[in-house]
């Protein structure tokens, strides 16, 4: 399996413009987690899913921000408008979870390699 | 709530010394534990797991012990190098509600020659 996907790795934008992040999970994975990591703020988790189902998203910092997961093997995170507060390295992970199930296989996250944000 | 705590970075140690870097956690049940590394420019990757009390986890020379009496996770290492220099994360995943998985703020290692 190639891993978690996300695309693109860079993106640099100007303030205002909307912003779309991709990623495709581990197939066969049911839960998806959007992270954002900032020097000031760490790693933060704006938003998961399992079973393409939004679970919490109480992270998710504004109205600005929204996710997606209209299939098991694709998710988006959209930033509209953009601003330069919002500028970080992205992250996408994706798990084997079934609740309940304690200590089974694959319970860890496996992580995409991110997306760096600059928004001018 | 559940949240995972961890000492303080960074930590900087020379190469060959002995690394400890605590890790505490909050949370209902029985969640399973892990640490992430995080290598400067790149993503995090998992280090070791522990999905039951009293369970060890290890890779490359590093160990983690479940303590559920103590709800501790702390990350160890007999001789560090300086290759071992990352940002390491504990984590907790729940196993309800879909399987939260919440991490610790990060250490900082940094291992001079």
């Known amino acids: 399996d190639a891993g978690v996907i996300q695309s693109p790795r860079h993106e640099v934008t100007e303030m205002g413009q909307e912003v779309t992040l991709r990623c495709k999970p581990i197939?066969?994975?049911?839960?998806l987690f959007w992270y954002r990591q900032t020097m000031m703020r760490g790693l933060e988790l704006l938003i998961y899913?399992?079973?393409?189902?939004?679970?919490?998203d109480s992270g998710m910092p504004e109205d600005r921000f929204s996710a997606k997961m209209p299939n098991a093997s694709f998710s988006t995170l959209k930033i509209q408008p953009s601003e330069p507060r919002d500028s970080a390295v992205y992250f996408c992970?994706?798990?084997?979870?079934?609740?309940?199930?304690?200590?089974?296989?694959?319970?860890?996250?496996?992580f995409g390699q991110g997306t760096r944000l600059t928004v001018v | 709530g559940n949240s995972v705590t961890q000492m303080e970075g960074p930590v900087t140690l020379s190469e060959e010394a002995f690394l400890t870097i605590n890790c505490t956690y909050t949370?209902?049940?029985?969640?399973?534990l892990f640490w992430y590394v995080q290598y400067p420019g790149e993503g995090l990757q998992l280090l070791l797991k522990?999905?039951?009390?009293?369970d060890k986890g290890s890779n490359k020379g590093f160990e983690a012990t479940y303590r559920k009496e103590t709800t501790s996770f702390h990350l160890e290492k007999g001789s560090v190098q300086v290759s071992d220099s990352a940002v390491y994360f504990c984590a907790l995943i729940r196993h309800n509600q879909g399987g939260k998985l919440i991490f610790g703020q990060g250490t900082e290692l940094s291992v001079k020659p």
């Open positions: 522990a999905t039951k009390a009293d």
């Open positions: 899913f399992n079973n393409n189902v939004p679970i919490d």
């Open positions: 992970a994706s798990s084997s979870h079934r609740d309940r199930v304690v200590g089974g296989p694959n319970t860890e996250a496996f």
């Open positions: 197939s066969g994975h049911n839960s």
């Open positions: 949370a209902t049940g029985y969640p399973s």
